[in-house]
């Protein structure tokens, strides 16, 4: 590890740091003066009107980081090429991101439905994939290994908007979306670092960077003093499709690595377990009530925790740990056991965890 590569990821995560606290305050000026808040309703937790545009913060935050990382490298090491950065990569993500970001702030703006939702993140995670990054080894997982790209692209393109829809629904009391994925992009950052992949491991401490400032706002803001901010659909859906490409881009049979992570697809998305999981289990719960699955309600694994009477803050560390349990599970039992036993583990884990919190809500009498 050189000196150069330490500073790349130093700035990454200082410049967005600091963009991204300067922005927040400049968004809650204009969202109050506009009045583009997020109302209380039935169906939400918060009260009072708290703006709703803080995710607009994140894209330019990690845009401006990044650019001023690749420029400085090449004004002062004489670099003429894209160090860290592979120039497909560079090109098709950027606007992946940027069709995601316009979409998010169209539809926190003016609200938008799911079909033109799902257009738009489809060509982003179809734009992901173009540029070479998609799962090409499932590493024995279902006993397959080397996927031909056929398969591993469309399947590709169905995670990257699965997850993205994830980290977007799990976003439903305050710190929770940020929190995850604050802890789940510095994960990803220290891996990169790991497998030498350092444009990669830039970009996953931007992230963290970026989130940073928004979960102080988010978490420890006071609404009454226009200091609270929520991400919107125009965060939470950019950074699902960065965390989404963070675990595809990991869990990737590629020889750029110079250190190899048996099962990585089992390590990659051990973060993401909670939200990804937590959506399969609230559909099964809508179909068998009789509802659409797309039918928005308060079946999510942070209702469970606030009918049965945690505060806000404690369900909120209460699901980070949980999600945490399953990173340090998965490494520990790596070297030890098959990824498939180690994938019927975390199913086992998190469904008794489910069943167990139901049948507490139950005898309490609540609902949820």
């Known amino acids: ?86 120039a497909l990569q560079l090109a098709f993500g950027l606007c992946a991101i940027l069709l995601l970001y316009f979409e998010g702030i169209m539809d926190d703006l003016v609200g938008l439905g799911y079909r033109v939702k799902f257009v738009f993140q489809i060509v982003s995670a179809v734009l992901i994939v173009l540029s070479g990054i998609w799962i090409n080894d499932f590493h024995g997982l ?87 901010i929520f991400m919107g659909d125009t965060g939470s859906q950019c950074i699902g499709l960065l965390l989404g490409y963070f675990a595809v881009r990991l869990s990737m049979n590629d020889p750029l690595m110079t250190s190899k992570i048996d099962g990585s697809i089992i390590v990659a998305f051990s973060m993401l377990i909670v939200p990804a999981f937590d959506v399969i289990r609230v559909m099964i719960h ?36 949980f999600a945490m349990l399953f990173v340090v599970l998965n490494l520990i039992l790596l070297p030890h056991l098959d990824v498939n036993v180690i994938l019927l583990i975390d199913i086992l884990i998190y469904t008794v965890s489910n069943i167990f919190l139901s049948s507490v809500i139950r005898k309490k009498g609540k609902e949820y």
């Open 1 to 86: 590890m050189t000196q150069d590569e330490w500073l790349v990821i130093i700035f990454s995560a200082v410049i967005s740091v600091l963009f991204t606290a300067w922005f927040i305050p400049k968004i809650l000026i204009v969202s109050f003066k506009k009045k583009l808040f997020d109302f209380a309703s039935e169906r939400k937790v918060h009260e009072g009107i708290v703006p709703r545009l803080g995710g607009v913060a994140f894209v330019p935050s990690i845009v401006v980081s990044l650019s001023l990382i690749i420029g400085l490298n090449v004004l002062f090491n004489g670099d003429t090429t894209v160090r860290f950065f592979g």
């Open 142 to 228: 279902f006993g397959v290994h080397e996927l031909p790209p056929y398969i591993g692209m469309p399947f590709t393109v169905i995670l990257m908007v699965y997850l993205i829809n994830a980290i977007n629904l799990i976003d439903g009391i305050d710190g929770l979306a940020s929190g995850l994925s604050i802890v789940a992009s510095f994960f990803f950052g220290v891996m990169f670092v790991y497998v030498n992949l350092w444009g990669c491991a830039a970009l996953a401490f931007a992230t963290f960077g970026t989130l940073c400032p928004f979960f102080y706002y988010n978490v420890f803001g006071n609404a009454d003093r226009c200091r609270k």
């Open 286 to 321: 809508r179909a068998r009530s009789g509802r659409s699955v797309f039918h928005p309600d308060k079946s999510h694994i942070h209702h469970k925790l606030l009918a049965l009477g945690l505060p806000h803050k404690l369900a909120m560390v209460t699901i980070l740990l």
